[in-house]
């Protein structure tokens, strides 16, 4: 009873496994599938949350005022003739500010090419002219140049609505999902109206009823007869006003225009800042010249080919024959006639081919040189040059003995010739060009594992890479180094450094020493037989009455022959043979 009880009972248990082996794979799919549906949706409330709160900041006209350029070099930050441009452009950073703040939370890789895991987009755009919403890619575009280009807007031209819009590409962990594909593409945009922050809050009002001036002059031919009396004084106030012309009318002078130096924008175009003060004058620009050094701060990518400059903007409109910038430099030089009006201010754009750069402006605004040819009125002014911003400089040291066998770290040094460093980001790829991980340092030493107290941490053979579920092996890598800074418009160096993991060397030497110290005993307890002592220890041997009468004979017998000594071994049995018919001889004599 007991044994069919047993049997029935392994049976039921046997079913109990094959209906849990059956069920187990669906109940981890939708346990996962719900892990990673709330990790999705996590992801896309992040997103939304930060479009949200980039739009609310956007529409209150504030901004960080450490963002503030001097486009018109004035002296003063978000103030003067060009106020309403540098607040523009620090209210659009600010916004910027605002998002990165609100996306914690997210696998985010600021370095991640578009359609990769990690690739984190935003953009911002209004309804101000020309700019335009493309949603297949999420960005602003400039109408006049079709090339990307952000807005904040700007309520002074009317009622302006301004948007944010995120793009991320989600990493997904589910392995069926993942195959399939990688990444799951989220997308948030937010849409607000700006507040009429630069426009004056009494709308609507009739125009002020206007006092002409001509109400004494119709007064005035009523006593007609005293016309001849009356154009005298009107002379003498006539001869008045040349005291007033001279002061209305002050000599043309070079200072009123300003220049600024050259700024790195979106990638494309190089601008240059200027400001014409004078309220009475117009400026006129008659050549533009420039050079570019050829210098390109990328290793990883060669400097761009067959690219071109194209035009000028902003301020003028000045279309050139395309002018190819080639590796080893480019200059060129137009002559126009181009004017800036009294009180006007802004920027002169240098239009480059959309390709000229990547996603990074590895090419500096210091790399460029502008020259510029103007007059005040007839006044003919000496040109005025100026460059721009130095970008990053990187190199890797202390640099680790390569190859490497031994725990090792890799630290960038840094820095900005005019200014500071915003973050260095390491990127390995093993022989094959795997990119296997990455590691972002945003303070110095910039390591390549991080550090503890100001001090590298290092990795050896085993450990994992940053960020990376791929050990450390003996293999080739190449380490790619970038380096960007905090300038208004940041700039980007990149560099290549190759290290070589080869740990053998130094593992195979310890593993041969080790039978060496288990061989030596063995040879030290063959020489203990050769210590004659225990083979003379034999000779008690002779103790037996038989052997006594033959081995004195033979010491005595044999004194003079030294190969005696070497009998406790192997002589021992030939020479008892040969000495027992010696003591026959004495007995016979």
């Known amino acids: 009873m007991n044994q069919r009880y047993r049997q029935k009972s392994l049976i039921n248990t046997g079913q109990a496994l094959t209906e849990f082996a059956l069920v187990l794979p669906l109940l981890l ?160 945009e937010r849409t607000g109206i700006l507040e009429q922050f630069r426009v004056a809050r009494v709308l609507g009002l009739p125009p002020d009823i206007a006092v002409p001036t001509a109400v004494p002059d119709t007064s005035t031919p009523s006593p007609s007869p005293t016309i001849t009396n009356t154009p005298l004084p009107p002379t003498a106030t006539n001869t008045a006003q040349p005291s007033s012309t001279p002061t209305n009318t002050p000599v043309p002078s070079c200072e009123v225009i300003q220049f600024g130096n050259l700024i790195n924008f979106s990638g494309d175009r190089i601008l240059f800042p200027i400001s014409n003060t004078s309220n009475d004058y117009p400026a006129t620009i008659t050549n533009i010249a420039a050079t570019w050094n050829g210098a390109w701060h990328d290793e990883v990518d060669f400097t761009p080919t067959d690219q071109y400059f194209e035009s000028y903007g902003g301020l003028i409109s000045f279309g050139v024959p395309d002018v190819q910038l080639s590796p080893g430099g480019a200059s060129w030089t137009h002559d126009m006639t181009q004017q800036i009006n009294p009180g006007v201010s802004g920027t002169i754009n240098l239009n480059f081919t959309s390709s000229f750069t ?87 030493p910039y390591c390549i594992f991080g550090d503890s107290g100001g001090v590298c941490r290092t990795h050896t053979v085993g450990d994992y890479w940053p960020n990376s579920s791929i050990p450390i092996s003996n293999d080739d890598y190449l380490i790619y180094i970038q380096a960007r800074d905090n300038d208004p418009t940041q700039q980007y160096t990149r560099i290549i450094y ?91 004599g």
């Open 358 to 444: 990547s996603r990074y402006l590895y090419y500096h605004a210091h790399d460029f040189n502008i020259t510029i040819s103007y007059q005040v009125a007839d006044l003919v002014c000496p040109p005025v040059t100026r460059t721009g911003r130095f970008g990053p400089i990187v190199e890797v040291d202390p640099e680790p003995v390569n190859p490497i066998n031994t725990p090792f770290f890799i630290q960038a040094q840094a820095s900005d010739p005019d200014g500071s460093i915003d973050r260095v980001r390491f990127e390995i790829y093993d022989s094959s060009g795997e990119y296997i991980g990455y590691q972002n340092d945003y303070q110095w």
């Open 498 to 588: 190759a290290i070589t993991v080869e740990f053998e060397p130094t593992l195979t030497p310890t593993i041969t020493e080790t039978p060496l110290p288990t061989q030596t005993p063995t040879r030290t307890a063959t020489p203990a037989p050769a210590t004659s002592t225990p083979t003379a220890s034999i000779t008690p041997i002779p103790t037996d009455t038989l052997i006594p009468p033959t081995i004195t004979p033979s010491n005595t017998t044999l004194p003079g022959t030294p190969v005696p000594t070497l009998t406790p071994t192997t002589q021992e049995f030939t020479a008892t043979p040969t000495r027992t018919p010696r003591p026959t001889n004495p007995g016979g």
């Open 29 to 188: 799919l939708i346990i996962f599938g719900i892990i990673e549906f709330a990790r999705i949706f996590q992801a896309y409330m992040v997103i939304v949350n930060a479009a949200r709160f980039g739009v609310r900041y956007g529409v209150t006209g504030e901004y960080d005022f450490s963002h503030c350029v001097d486009y018109d070099s004035d002296g003063s930050l978000c103030s003067g003739d060009s106020k309403n441009e540098e607040e523009n452009y620090a209210r659009l950073l600010s916004i910027y500010d605002v998002i990165n703040q609100t996306s914690i939370g997210i696998s985010r890789d600021d370095g991640a090419p578009a359609g990769q895991k990690g690739y984190f987009h935003y953009s911002v755009c209004s309804s101000n002219e020309p700019f335009q919403w493309d949603p297949t890619i999420g960005t602003c575009i400039n109408g006049d140049t079709g090339f990307p280009e952000d807005d904040p807007g700007d309520p002074s031209l009317g009622t302006t609505r301004v948007m944010v819009g995120i793009t991320f590409e989600h990493p997904l962990i589910l392995p069926i999902i993942s195959s399939i594909s990688p990444t799951a593409h989220l997308r948030a």
